[in-house]
Each structure stands twice: as structure tokens, then as C-alpha cells.
């Protein structure tokens, strides 16, 4: 049976490139992994003072992650690194102190750019906290997107055949990886 992916975008913007990178991997990977994006942005910002009473967008979130077989993140890179909203989200998910909920599903990571560096320090950032929550990221294939806005067709939603074959190619094996936990 399909396994269930959470599938994270890092941009809160309506018309971001990664929101759309995400839902063409969703299409790519129907009848291989079940991936729905869980909304990130009406995520108050962590506190610990907040842990004994935690917001109900807290708690809504993390079990969406919990009940999740993995985790893809699709995201830009805001200032060299990973964008306020995401880190959030990953930071929401670690605590309280010992019910992280994102220990040992498997992950990966895509980002994009409209400039030609594809997010690469971002994408790294983002792998150093996901070391740290304990999420085994798929290695390889890499996923640095450049040039988001050139990537798509006329219609504005479906990528061009060069980043359709490379996104399935990362969709399949990123199905390989989530079937091995
Ligand atoms: C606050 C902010 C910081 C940015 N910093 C970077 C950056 O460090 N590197 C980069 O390649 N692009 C940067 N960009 C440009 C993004 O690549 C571009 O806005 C992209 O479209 C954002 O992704 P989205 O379309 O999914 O919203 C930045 C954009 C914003 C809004």
C-alpha cells in the first residue's frame, strides 16, 4: 500500500514556485506515495511558555506529522537559509522535550530558486535541523532547482520536460528510500 507523505512547503506565498514543484511531485507520485501538503503558515511561532497549553494549530500539525510515513520538504531559501515560516514548523514539531514527533520517518529535500543556485544553503540548513529532530534524509539524488520561474509551461502549473523526467526520477527514488523504514 502507498505510505503517507507530509509534504512541507517552505513559502507561504500564493503563487510560489515551490508550492507548485510540490504539487507536480504530488501528481508524479500518485499510486506510488500518498503525499498531502500540511499547511504551515497559521502556525503560531514556538515559545516553550506556550508547551503546557499548546495552541490548537500546534497540536493539529504535529499529528498530521505523526500520522505521516515521511516527510518531503519543497522550499526556497530566504537570506542564505531556511525561511522563518519552515523553521517554525520544524521547531513546533520537536517539542515539548521528548515527543518530537518527527524522529525516524524518512525524508527528503527540494529546493528552488529564481536564481540559478537552486537554494543550496537553504537545502543544507535544512538537513542540519533535520539531523538534529532525527529525520533520515534521502542522500541522493540532490534536488538544487534553479531558475524556478523558467520551469514551468504555458499553462503556469506543469514543469518542462527536463524538470518533469529529473522530479520523477526524485519522486521514485525518494519512494525507495520511504519503503525501506
Ligand atoms: C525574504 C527573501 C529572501 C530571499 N533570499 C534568497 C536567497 O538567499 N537565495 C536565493 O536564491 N533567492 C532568494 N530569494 C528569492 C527567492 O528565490 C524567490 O523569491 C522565490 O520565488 C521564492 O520561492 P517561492 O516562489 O516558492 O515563493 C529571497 C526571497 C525573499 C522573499
Known amino acids: 500500500m502507498a505510505k503517507n507523505i507530509a509534504v512541507l ?3 507561504l506565498r500564493k503563487d510560489s514556485y515551490n508550492r507548485k514543484i510540490a504539487n507536480e511531485m504530488i501528481r508524479l507520485a500518485e499510486g506510488k506515495l500518498n503525499m498531502e501538503i500540511i499547511e504551515i503558515g497559521n502556525l503560531p511561532l514556538y515559545s516553550e511558555d506556550l508547551d503546557e497549553n499548546p495552541p490548537l494549530q500546534w497540536t493539529a500539525f504535529r499529528q498530521k506529522i505523526q500520522s ?3 516527510i518531503l520538504v519543497v522550499s526556497p531559501e530566504y ?3 531556511i525561511p522563518g515560516a519552515l523553521k517554525n514548523a ?3 514539531g520537536s517539542r515539548p522535550y521528548g515527543s518530537s514527533v518527527w524522529p525516524g520517518k524518512p525524508g527528503a529535500v527540494v529546493t528552488s530558486s529564481v536564481s540559478s543556485l537552486g537554494g543550496l544553503a537553504a537545502n ?3 538537513r542540519q535541523a533535520f ?3 532525527d529525520v533520515p534524509l534521502m542522500q541522493q539524488p540532490e ?3 534553479g531558475n524556478s520561474s523558467k520551469i514551468f509551461g504555458e499553462d503556469g502549473k506543469t514543469v518542462v520536460p527536463d524538470t518533469e523526467k529529473f522530479l520523477q526520477t526524485f519522486v521514485d527514488a525518494f ?3 520511504v519503503e525501506k523504514f
Open 124 to 126: 543544507h540548513h535544512i
Open 79 to 81: 537570506n542564505r537559509t
Open 68 to 70: 505521516a510515513d515521511g
Open 90 to 92: 520544524i521547531d513546533v
Open 175 to 177: 519512494q525507495k528510500w
Open 9 to 11: 512547503v517552505g513559502s
Open 143 to 145: 534536488a538544487y532547482i
Open 131 to 133: 539531523v538534529f529532530v
